[in-house]
């Protein structure tokens, strides 16, 4: 039997774990509401459609998987991309299904789906009342990336959409425009797109380094690109990580005109993939030496000292809080939490096959 089934049919009959302290104990409930805590997406196996979503409080103290499948008796029926939050819903955006269910933000039980306007979607980001959502479409074909929008009041997919460049990946938003960066489909690219929703969603782009992938806006509205590069020789199974690639970097772009304020060049080789943004510092992963480095966003070097996790799928920060999910397509993934200042994990739980998005709810 596949693990997520077993794990499913476990919390269907409300067995859920918690965990107090050092002493671990079996309770039956199901929570009203998941907010106060972390949300972790996960992708399963790839064909098996059995994404995930798990959740965790605040106070590390609590643990729950399979919260939409608890909620709704089933499971969302694909790989979970990625998720979208509104004030009051979560938009699940199922990859392989060209699907978007839609979700209570807080207690997650359904409340619709779109199916269609999409072909390979990827990421969501919400302005003025709209959801803007890349597609890169047939991943082999060059020509086909789009936005889809959406009508967030009806939840319906509007006629026109937003053709770019190949790859379109990540899309974040600020002073309504939008930023989506081209991790190149199933080729490479070296863009970011700008869509000015003032001005008729005209189009410009700016160049950075192979593969741009995670944005996050700094303290005071600079764009923060990673770049991983772009793969050239992968390692063996299970990790299949780059061991040749173009450079990585981390690019800071001045959002008023599009201008490269300054680039952080990673060494030959030494690939970053993951970046996340808290309290004026920046957080990146590098695979060739499975840490996570801190350098202050006015640094104009990269850090020297990480926090050693291991291998991972996905990463974010809170505070003075590291939460990374384990690369794990075997077995259930962990999600972990480090303190920064001390390097040291505080916290682990199961969460799922794949686990990949960690957001705070």
Known sequence: MKITKLLLQ??????????????????????????????????????????FISYVNNELSESQNFIYAGKNGALLAGLIQSIAFSETDAYIILND?????????????????????????????????????????????????????????TNTIEENTISLANGVEQIVSKDNKLYISHKGGWSSNNIVSVVDLNNNNAVSTITVKDNPDDMAFDSTGN???????????????????????????????????????????????????????SNNKIYYYQGNTDKVYGIKETANELAEQGIDVGVIYGMNVRDNQLFVAEYEFQEVSELMVYDINTKNKIYSTEVGVGASKIYFN
């Open 223 to 277: 764009l923060i690109v990673l770049s991983e590069g772009k793969p050239l020789e992968y390692g063996p199974y299970p990790y299949f990580k780059a061991i040749k690639n173009t450079p990585s970097s981390i690019s800071i772009i001045n959002t008023v005109d599009n201008t490269m304020i300054k680039e952080l060049a990673f060494p030959e080789n030494k690939r970053a993939t993951y970046l996340a943004y």
């Open 10 to 51: 476990l919390f269907l009959i409300s067995i859920v774990l918690i965990s107090c302290s050092s002493e671990d104990k079996i309770v039956e409930v199901i929570r009203d509401k998941y907010d106060n805590g972390v949300i972790v997406s996960g992708e399963g196996l790839y064909g098996n459609k059995d994404g």
């Open 97 to 153: 299904a060209n699907m978007i269910v839609i979700a209570d933000r807080y207690t997650f039980k359904k409340k619709g789906q779109i199916t269609t306007g999409l072909n390979n979607p990827r990421y969501m980001t919400i302005v003025n009342g709209k959801g803007y959502v890349t597609n890169w479409g047939d991943g082999a074909n060059e020509n086909d990336d789009y936005v889809a929008i959406i009508d967030i009041e």
